[in-house]
């Protein structure tokens, strides 16, 4: 009975002696596999059409017509008449270099026009009246 529990205490000792050895043992790390390349499985979008740039142009000539109602103004130049609409946005200077209104453009008065171009129509973003 002695040598009996004298194997089993053996036994028990070594167990914990190979339990406490793997404790005190670092934890082997696992070898690195490389991450596997990744695929991208969207596609370029196609880039989207340029807006034309609104370009600012010039004109002047002599005022032949307002039309206060539509907001229009109609010029006389040298390549034949232009009508012109204004908006809120639309900035009026004076001859006397001052900031004025659509109603200080009298007809018969040369003005000279900062416009833009929307469509088929020409918007006016500044009228400066000359002397």
């Known amino acids: 009975m002695r040598t009996t529990a004298s194997i089993?205490?053996?036994?028990?000792?070594?167990?914990?002696?190979?339990?406490?050895?793997?404790?005190?043992?670092?934890?082997?790390k696992p070898a690195a596999t490389p991450a596997p390349a990744k695929t991208s499985t969207m596609t370029a979008a196609a880039p989207a059409a340029a807006k034309p740039a609104h370009t600012m142009e010039t004109a002047s000539g002599e005022v032949t017509a307002i039309?206060?109602?539509?907001k229009t103004l109609t010029i006389k130049?040298?390549?034949?008449?232009?009508?012109?609409?204004?908006?809120?946005?639309?900035?009026?200077?004076?001859?006397?270099?001052?900031?004025?209104?659509?109603?200080?453009?009298?007809v018969g008065e040369h003005v000279s026009i900062s416009y833009g171009k929307h469509g088929a129509s020409m918007v006016a973003k500044s009228v400066k009246i000359s002397k």
């Open 77 to 106: 130049e040298a390549s034949g008449d232009a009508t012109f609409s204004w908006t809120t946005a639309t900035h009026v200077m004076t001859a006397d270099g001052k900031a004025g209104h659509e109603a200080d453009i009298k």
């Open 67 to 70: 039309d206060a109602a539509k």
């Open 8 to 28: 089993l205490a053996l036994a028990l000792l070594s167990t914990g002696a190979v339990f406490a050895a793997d404790a005190a043992a670092p934890a082997a």
